[in-house]
């Protein structure tokens, strides 16, 4: 992988939704496809089972608006692709890691439309499986956003640690994924 597109792919999604201040260095190749453009607090995964990149949700405020996204794009043989109808809820400030024992991105937390409908902070975990999101489950570490996931190959689970916590700012306790269970790290 050339280093180029990398950094082009991260001046277009940077954190600050203006890309023109993260601007690809001259000898970058232009990016083909459907770019995601303007997005902020997305997260960004590198997939190697299916050798791409990731980039989902995020936001982006259109005057007095705050606009939060469901699109997923992937990154793939030198191109994004929109992954259409693939079944992530609008989602910003989410956390996104990716478990190399299972062969899927996980997602967790963020502001957006929650399973139940309501705009708020969810606590819901979502799997990538191939193209589409999978709702894994409900509850387990209380709702967040911009918490750090991590994927600990020893333990073959994903951490989650800090973020906003909305209703429960007293939890910083790290918490751990095996795929099918939440449970507090001792």
Not at 7 to 35: H, Q, T
Not at 54 to 61: P, S
Not at 90 to 112: I, K, M, P, Q
Not at 142 to 154: C, E, F
Request: net charge negative.
């Amino acid at each position: 992988m050339r280093l180029a597109p990398l950094v082009a792919v991260l001046a277009l999604v940077g954190c600050s939704g203006e890309s023109e201040r993260f601007a690809p260095p001259p000898s970058a190749a232009p990016l083909a496809g459907d770019v995601p453009h303007g997005y902020r607090r997305g997260a960004l995964v590198y997939d190697p089972v299916h050798n791409r990149s990731v980039f989902m949700g995020g936001d982006h405020v259109d005057g007095d608006e705050l606009l939060v996204y469901l699109d997923t794009h992937v990154f793939e043989d030198g191109a994004w692709r929109l992954l259409e109808d693939a079944g992530l809820p609008d989602r910003s400030e989410h956390s996104a890691t990716f478990d190399v024992a299972r062969g899927r991105v996980v997602l967790f937390g963020g502001y957006g439309t929650c399973f139940d409908g309501r705009r708020d902070c969810c606590d819901e975990t979502w799997e990538l499986v191939g193209d589409t999101w999978e709702l894994a489950g409900v509850g387990g570490p209380p709702a967040r956003v911009g918490a750090s996931l991590v994927y600990d190959p020893a333990s073959e689970r994903a951490l989650l640690f800090g973020g906003t916590i909305c209703r429960d700012p007293d939890d910083r306790r790290v918490w751990a994924y095996d795929g099918e269970t939440w449970e507090v790290v001792e």
